[in-house]
């Protein structure tokens, strides 16, 4: 059984930095696209990053406007979300999920199969 944990949110000032990490249990995560997306309350959970297996990154160019690095570490069965400049538009609760389809829809949520439970960013002064 997969499973994703989350972690690195918290409470940032606008033009700050986070890192969210994203620990993975289960031998496939090497051959696992990777995604982030993020939710507010009342709004529909949004895609912001993926990366697939050979390492190709796809960002929401409209949100991450090259703020947003995602990485992962096979060694370690986590991928990573950079986030600077950050912006009070960017607080939401951010998910990692996984798949191990390649290709397909990388930017909807139900390309993916494996959730974690979310992890909260407030960005505000």
């Known amino acids: 059984q997969v499973q994703l944990v989350e972690s690195g949110g918290g409470l940032v000032q606008p033009g700050g930095s986070l890192r969210l990490s994203c620990a993975v249990s289960g031998r496939t995560f090497s051959r696992s696209t990777m995604g982030w997306f993020r939710q507010v309350p009342g709004k529909e959970r949004t895609f912001v990053a993926a990366?697939?297996?050979?390492?190709?990154?796809?960002y929401d160019t409209n949100s991450v406007k090259g703020r947003f690095t995602i990485s992962r570490d096979n060694t370690k069965n986590t991928v990573y979300l950079q986030m600077s400049s950050l912006e009070p538009e960017d607080t939401a609760v951010y998910y990692c999920a996984a798949t191990p389809k390649i290709g397909g829809r990388i930017a909807s949520t139900l390309n993916y199969e494996y959730w974690g439970q979310g992890t909260q960013v407030t960005v505000s002064s």
């Open positions: 990366i697939n297996s050979l390492g190709a990154i796809t």
